[in-house]
């Protein structure tokens, strides 16, 4: 086996032979080693949250992935493959470009009875973000979050000066015993939060411009939240839904006490994009 | 209905049975396990003499069943191939599958061969004095590094877990291996290539044995190439047909139609190809390469059971028929033929590798020798039984734990879903 | 291992004659005594128990009977069990020609039993056991084996030894291979079997392989085989030869 080895022959045979053996031994430490290693620098680089949305990403269905200009009818049928990352894709520029300018005048009552305030931009995560006059910005779960995580406790919130980074855990919450994580919508600094349960808040200064590039505003929240209705149907199925709606028009405000416990979990992984 | 005790380990929102009933599924399996092992144990403690092994029967159903597996397990790395290397994304939704299936097959061959060597504490030498000339030494070379490729391509599946992944080093390492997949594709198709081809190649240098005997290209047997065929075709119907039985048991599609009509058209493909060149080698076999040796080719399917009935099922019951069915697009859009035809193609894969094990046993050689039979004895069976225990309750626990099938849930949500608008 | 007298290249071979061999069995119980062949296990058959050496009986028309004692046939250059074992634990030794089996190096894989179409192998299927005082008749110049490993006739390997360590003490020409007797060859009362270097064209087991009515065991397999058979009775000849007898008088060595 080693060429120092009594028996060693060095003919064709052996070199053909250990020649490849110890090259698929090279081969596969090679990967091992090089995949630990820029897993370390993934880890010091700390991109371990945009990896770890990403990889939730990758668990959607195509369903889950409609693109915004989907949405809006724009590009009907198209799906991202960017986690929703609209500053990082290519398409996102040229469908802004020839878009008209958002429409400003957006009801504050969505479908289903949701409250959608137009001075608020919407994560695909449920956060949104409310710019604020004096420069920060806050940050807390919509209205369908707020219906579908009911009463809800926060088991996990972000502490002043932590730094929060788009798409990357903000907030954790229990909610029917399942826990939940809301995702960032913004990059910047924790100054305070404030609230409990559903209704938390966290307030961030960006320190910086704040890039909304990658959030819903103007019309295609609308459209976002009717298709967001439409997911939820196609989770509960159709028998479950009657009871989720009162009035047979507006959603109720807890929604947990209406979806079968064992599609509970499913439900809100879903929803927050949490898989 | 309540929540599921290990809810937080399964994939979120894939429905699961509940714990108990999934337990007691499990239980059977692990008494058979359980039964497995005592056997293995005795053969290791009193000697192999617990078999119906003897010195003519040196290889018998441990053997015979080791290659079958190998063969059926090839379908690990095919579909790496196919997937990583030639791009057929819809494999996508059955490598996974495929990769568990691999680690269980080639696991447990290797658990099967270490019972059946006499010696197995002596399994390392055949690494410090190999003799690079016998198929048996690259066979074992290939098999030990192929299932560390294979274990290496299963932890990433297994640290995709919902509760593993949470953990930061784990989820970024996973990342990165997964990227690197391509390499352990391309090393395991290497790896594969050898030694399911040294696999044929064991019978197929045996000057000794003229019915497993052949004519060989520079140090290759035809077999060698013949084996590799093989198992490239069954590979992709063995995974076919344990994803149709996994999706029959769980009561829910697993995979889109079109994922089963590329194995399905891989396999048949490379099933005609086989069945072509096993003829051409059978006619060069019977007519020019036995009777050399002094053979008469008559004289190897003299013997019951084994008469000419055997060649004709191997070729063209289990080989042609359902290469026929697997090529035909309009028979492969039917499940009622295509999941039988894979079914059928395993089966004549594992007929092959058992006319060479133990038919090429049974034939006399010497001139004055006697036809010979061999049945196995328990603890033979009930070992190899309790490997497809081993099996089915790996296969089980990652099923419920891990995501194995990526397309499981789009599927699931398309069969429920009676799309009801929302307008009033 | 290198002997010291590799310059030697002999090739000890045995002549088997047919029509001498009254089926007695003195050679199976010589080579069992000389080698630590096990006793059987209580359990064993003929197919699982061990004998180097075992004698086949052959019937013809009329009830008529002929005795053929098998061992390991030594084959030559296309051995087909030093070629498959994976562990190079079966060695065809240049200097002597023998075939050497190396049972602490066996894994017991068994390939080379399937390999071998003489069925001149034999696996221990049990741990040997000695029983009472038969641990003390046991032959010191052989090792014992242990369960789960293959043995074989090796030509009494041990005795050649003694022969060469003899022959260089007493100054004997290193490049001549030394004479001695397996065994088998020393018990057999009638003479069956002859024994020798086949390199020698002098020696009687030389020039009886030559002779027409020897032949070797499926020579169409090209095994190179060192052990000959030879018979008068061609009943005989044609119920083991898978070659009919030629007719220019010589058969390959």
Known sequence: MFPWSPEFVWDAGHLAFFGAFYSVL????????????????????????????????????????????????????????????????????????????????????????????????YHRGHAFVRPEPDGTVTVGLDDLARRLVGEAEVVERPRP?????????????????????????????????????????????????????????????????????????????????????????????????????????????????DL | MSERLDEGLTPRGLPRAPLRRFVLWLVPWTALLGVGLYAGYRCLAYGLNETNLDNRFAFGLWIYLDLTVIALGAGAFFTGLLLYVLRKRELKAVINSAVVLGFICYSGAVAILMIDVGQPLRAWFTFWHPNVHSMLTEVTFCLTCYLVVLAFEYLPIVLRNRKLSRLPSLLLFEHQLHKLMVVFALVGAFLSFFHQGSLGGLYGVLQGRPFAFREALAVWPSTFFLFILSAAAAGPSFVLATTWIASKLSSRALVRPEVYELLGRVSGRLLVLYVLLKSVDTLVWLNHTSPQLGIHPARFYAFDPFGTWVLFAEIVALGLLPALVLTSARWRRDPRFLVPAAFLACAGVALNRFIMTVQTLALPTLPFDPFLTYLPSWQETMSFLGVVAYGVVLYSLSFRYLNLFPQERELLASEEVTHVPLVA | MKSPESNVRARYGMVVDLDRCNGCGACVVACA????????????????????????????????????????????????????????????????????????????????????????????????????????????????????????????????????????????????????????????????????????????????????????????????????????????????????????????V
């Open chain 1, 26 to 121: 090279a081969a596969i430490a090679a990967v091992l080693g090089l995949g630990l290693r820029r897993a370390v620098a993934d880890a010091r680089a700390g991109r371990a949250h945009r990896i770890a949305w990403h990889a939730a990403f990758e668990e959607l269905p195509a369903r889950d992935r409609a693109c915004r200009h989907q949405l809006t009818g724009e590009a009907p049928g198209r799906v991202c493959d960017n986690a929703f990352d609209c500053r990082r894709c290519a398409a996102h520029p040229s469908f802004e470009a020839l878009r008209a300018t958002h429409a400003s005048a957006v009801p504050a009552t969505g479908p289903a009875g949701l409250h959608l305030p137009g001075d608020r931009l």
């Open chain 1, 161 to 273: 000066g932590m730094c929060l980074e788009e798409d990357a855990p903000a907030l954790r919450l229990r909610a029917q015993g399942r826990e939940v994580r809301v995702l960032s919508p913004v990059r910047g600094v924790v100054i305070g939060t404030s609230g409990e349960g559903a209704a938390v808040t966290v307030r961030v200064d960006p320190e910086g411009p704040l890039d909304t590039r990658h959030l819903l505003d103007g019309d295609e929240v609308g459209a976002w939240a009717m298709r967001e209705i439409e997911r939820l149907q196609a989770l509960l199925g159709p028998r479950e839904l009657g009871p989720a709606l009162a009035d047979g028009g507006e959603l109720l405000p807890d929604l947990g006490a209406v979806i079968p416990r064992e599609r509970v979990d499913g439900v809100l992984g879903e929803m927050f994009l």
């Open chain 3, 33 to 252: 005594v000389e080698n630590n062949v096990p006793p059987a296990n209580g359990r064993a058959t003929e197919r699982t128990g061990i004998s180097w050496l075992n004698v086949q009986r052959l019937e013809g028309a009329g009830g008529r009977a002929a005795f053929l004692p098998m061992m390991c046939q030594q084959c030559d250059t296309r051995t087909p069990c030093a070629s498959v074992c994976p562990q190079n634990a079966v060695e065809l030794d240049r200097s002597s020609g023998i075939v050497g089996q190396v049972p602490v190096r066996c894994l017991g894989c068994r390939y080379c039993m399937v390999a071998c179409p003489y069925h001149a192998r034999y696996f221990n299927w049990w741990d040997p056991q000695w029983p009472g005082t038969i641990a003390e008749t046991l032959n010191p110049a052989v090792s014992t084996r242990t369960r789960g490993v293959v043995e074989k006739c090796n030509f009494c390997i041990q005795r050649l030894q003694a022969a060469r360590t003899r022959h260089a003490a007493t100054g004997g020409d290193p490049a001549v291979a030394p004479d001695y007797t397996p065994a088998c060859v020393e018990a057999c009362p009638a003479g069956a079997l002859v024994f020798g270097d086949l390199g020698d064209p002098q020696s009687e087991v030389s020039q009886l392989a030559q002779s027409p009515e020897s032949f070797r065991l499926l020579e169409r397999l090209g095994t190179g085989a060192k052990v000959h058979y030879r018979t008068r009775r061609p009943w005989v000849r044609q119920a083991v030869a898978d070659a009919p007898a030629p007719t220019d008088g010589r058969t390959h």
